[in-house]
């Protein structure tokens, strides 16, 4: 298994409150991703980095940002939690750009009330 | 837009039986990738198999295997002698060469019957 560790596993949190998902990776890959998984819309990626500090958005970045300090954590932030951030949040690692597949962490399920 | 179909909400099949899982996908690239992945109850996103699209020859995982047909931009997977632990919900998901994002279909979910 890819060396990929999301945490929290679990939260649950208030309207308005600041959340910060952390994914650390043991596989030193350059690229990393945060996606959102809600039911009938499979995964959709919110952000990835390509490198340390080097970030870009995805097809649903509004309402979150992240950061990549080191090589081994990308950080999803979510400013001011809405309900409709609500949803299983999982982070991958891909060596390329290219066709090298990517791999998923166990998902952090977040839950807004 | 790049979109990926996955026609079947639910499929069930008989243990030790074959079923095939139909994947469709939309684009005007000629490099890409395709790709089946597993996800069980316990949540996490396992890799089943990967087809590069300049590949004619359809890949093969063991009991998995995937019939890819460019022109009719279909990608299904077939599992062959179905187990148990088979039970998940698939997804086909689909990458440019060079770009990021993986475009992933809703899913199917498959139950294996005893």
């Known amino acids: 298994d890819a060396g990929i560790t999301q945490s929290p596993r679990h939260k649950v949190t208030e309207t308005g409150t600041p959340v910060t998902l952390r994914c650390h990776q043991t596989e030193n890959h350059r690229y990393m991703y945060w996606y959102r998984q809600d039911p009938g819309h499979g995964l959709r990626l919110i952000h990835y980095?390509?490198?340390?500090?080097?970030?870009d958005k995805g097809e649903v970045s509004d309402g979150y940002s992240v950061s990549r300090s080191k090589t081994e954590d990308f950080l999803l932030t979510l400013e001011s939690a809405t309900s409709s951030q609500t949803s299983v949040y999982f982070c991958?690692?891909?060596?390329?750009?290219?066709?090298?597949?990517?791999?998923f962490g166990d998902g952090t399920r977040l839950s807004i009330l | 837009a790049q979109t990926v179909t996955q026609s079947q909400p639910e499929m069930s099949v008989q243990e030790a039986e074959t079923v095939t899982l139909s994947c469709t996908y939309d684009t005007s690239e000629s490099d890409y990738y395709l790709f089946w992945y597993k996800q069980p109850p316990s949540r996490q996103m396992i890799l089943v198999i990967r087809?590069?699209?300049?590949?004619?020859q359809n890949a093969t995982e063991n009991r998995f295997s995937v019939n890819f047909q460019k022109a009719a931009k279909s990608f299904s997977l077939k599992i062959s002698d179905s187990q148990l632990g088979d039970a998940a919900m698939y997804f086909c998901?689909?990458?440019?060469?060079?770009?990021?994002?993986?475009?992933f279909g809703q899913g199917t979910r498959l139950t294996i019957n005893p």
């Open positions: 991958a690692i891909s060596e390329s750009a290219s066709g090298q597949p990517q791999h």
């Open positions: 980095s390509y490198g340390v500090k080097d970030t």
């Open positions: 087809q590069e699209a300049y590949k004619q």
């Open positions: 998901a689909y990458r440019i060469w060079g770009a990021q994002k993986l475009v």
